[in-house]
């Protein structure tokens, strides 16, 4: 059973541009969490979405979009990035609000030169 | 969200030796989870706590979730070189579905 599954690895892009990143929750989960974690912190929450709405936000500008898709895969959208958006992006997926269940990819290593 | 103090930022150690780390919180929590994270990876869940005195195991990890709800710690017992990592304490407060981490912990096991 595949976990959850996250594309690309790596991305390198340039200031200004904008970058989408993809996830593939795990089977069963109907739940996408998105996280950004900078060098040497932890994971900060950006946002949720179920049932293709984004449930909850956290602290990030607008420039920080998604969806979710009918078959509860995600996308996250970065729109005019800025070196500061470097980080690893996790894609986390859940059955619900379970946290037992709470499952995390390995990550989006984003860089912005 | 919710700022969480998680000491001591780095551990080094030596197998075999017990280890603990604990996360403090400003804010009650209603859940407190504890992650391991390998270099290149997503961080992967030890052990998950939902109630205030709550002591958990997991093989050798053991996790509490503290009385006043604002404070949980972790032990691993004889350590190991493959607990090499970092370790997150992170918290939910029911009134969200974000989960607030801390800056994490990073063991170094020599053998």
């Known amino acids: 059973d595949a976990g959850v599954t996250q594309s690309p690895t790596h991305l390198i892009k340039t200031r200004g541009q904008q970058v989408t990143l993809r996830c593939s929750p795990k089977?069963?989960?109907?739940?996408v969490s998105w996280y950004q974690q900078a060098l040497g912190q932890g994971p900060q929450f950006i946002f949720q979405y179920y049932e293709e709405e984004e449930r909850q936000r956290g602290n990030f500008p607008d420039r920080f979009s998604g969806h979710q898709f009918p078959n509860y895969s995600s996308e996250l959208n970065v729109n005019a990035l800025l070196l500061g958006d470097s980080a690893l992006y996790l894609c986390?997926?859940?059955?619900?609000?379970?946290?037992?269940?709470?499952?995390f990819g390995s990550g989006t290593r984003l860089t912005v030169v | 969200g919710q700022q969480l103090n998680q000491s001591p930022q780095s551990m080094f150690i030596q197998e075999g030796e017990d280890v603990s780390m604990n996360c403090t919180s400003s804010s009650i929590f209603n859940t407190w989870l504890w992650y391991k994270q390998d270099p290149g990876e997503g961080p992967v869940l030890l052990i998950a706590?939902?109630?205030?005195?709550e002591l958990t195991s997991n093989g050798r990890l053991t996790a509490q979730f503290g009385i006043t709800r604002k404070d949980s710690f972790l032990n691993i017992s004889a350590s190991i070189p493959s607990d090499v990592g970092i370790y997150f304490c992170a918290g939910n407060s029911n009134s969200g579905y974000a989960l607030n981490f801390g800056k994490g912990t990073s063991l170094l096991v020599t053998p």
């Open positions: 089977s069963g989960h109907d739940t």
């Open positions: 986390a997926s859940s059955p619900g609000t379970l946290w037992d269940g709470y499952t």
């Open positions: 706590l939902y109630k205030a005195g």
